[in-house]
C-alpha cells in the first residue's frame, strides 16, 4: 500500500494568513492526488483533484501543486469558515489510501 | 444535485454481520463508482472498497475476506456487509461517489458501534 504522510499534524494561524500543508507518498503517484476538507460532524470536501486542479464550487484561496511523491495544498488568505481538518488521498493504486489529516486551527 | 444517504443499525454486537445501505438521488447509478470508506473515531479515512457501474467490485485487501459491496440498481441503492466485526470495526461508516479515483460526493455518515 502507498502511505501517505501529512505535516504537520495541526496548525494554528489567524485570519488572513496563508497556510501550506505538505503531503509526501512513499511511492510516485505522478499527479493522482485530492484534497479534502472536514469540518466536525461533516462528511469530507473534495477540494482538489489531479494535484492541482479547482473542484467547482471551491475558492481560488485554495490551491495545490506538486507531483511524484511531494505535495502541497495552500490556502491563501485564510477565511474563519477554513478552520477545519485537510486529508490528502492518493488515487494512483489500490487501496487508495489518505493522510492522517492536518488540523487548521485558530491562533 | 446528486445525494447521498446511508442508513442501517447504530449498534451491532461482536461477531456479527454489520449491514450498510446507501440510497442514492439526483443522479443514476448506472455510471460512476460507489463506494464504503470508514473512519474511527478521532482517526483518518479508510477506503473499505466499491461497486463500479458494471457491478465489478473492489475491495481493501485488509477488510477483502469480511466484505461484500452489491447495488440495487432499481432502487438506486447500494450495500456494505461487513461480518465478524470487532470493536476495531467502530467508525462513522461513509458512502461516496468516484469516477474510480476521488471522492465528489459523500453521504453524511452514519457511526456504528460494535458492542455487547
Known amino acids: 500500500d502507498i502511505q501517505m504522510t501529512q505535516s504537520p499534524s495541526s496548525v494554528s494561524a489567524s485570519v488572513g494568513d496563508r497556510v501550506t500543508i505538505i503531503c509526501r507518498a512513499s511511492h510516485t503517484i505522478s499527479s493522482w492526488l485530492a484534497w479534502y476538507q472536514q469540518k466536525p460532524g461533516k462528511a469530507p470536501k473534495l477540494l482538489i483533484y489531479g494535484a492541482s486542479g479547482l473542484q467547482s464550487g471551491v475558492p481560488s484561496r485554495f490551491s495545490g501543486s506538486g507531483s511524484g511523491t511531494d505535495f502541497t495544498l495552500t490556502i491563501s488568505n485564510l477565511q474563519p469558515e477554513d478552520f477545519a481538518t485537510y486529508f490528502c488521498?492518493?488515487?494512483?493504486?489500490?487501496?487508495?489510501?489518505f493522510g492522517g489529516g492536518t488540523k487548521v486551527e485558530i491562533k | 444535485q446528486v445525494q447521498l444517504q446511508e442508513s442501517g443499525p447504530g449498534l451491532v454486537k461482536p461477531s456479527e454481520t454489520l449491514s450498510l445501505t446507501c440510497t442514492v438521488s439526483?443522479?443514476?447509478?448506472?455510471?460512476?463508482?460507489w463506494n464504503w470508506i470508514r473512519q474511527p473515531p478521532g482517526k483518518g479515512l479508510e477506503w473499505i472498497g466499491y461497486i463500479s457501474y458494471s457491478g465489478s467490485t473492489h475491495l481493501n485487501p485488509s477488510l477483502k475476506s469480511r466484505v461484500t459491496i452489491s447495488t440495487d440498481t432499481s432502487k438506486s441503492q447500494f450495500s456494505l456487509k461487513l461480518t465478524s466485526v470487532t470493536a476495531a470495526d467502530t467508525a462513522v461508516y461513509y458512502c461516496?461517489?468516484?469516477?474510480?479515483?476521488?471522492?465528489?460526493?459523500w453521504g453524511q455518515g452514519i457511526l456504528v458501534t460494535v458492542s455487547s
Open positions: 461516496g461517489r468516484s469516477s474510480g479515483t476521488y471522492y465528489d460526493y
Open positions: 439526483g443522479g443514476s447509478i448506472g455510471s460512476y463508482y
Open positions: 488521498q492518493q488515487g494512483n493504486s489500490f487501496p487508495l489510501t
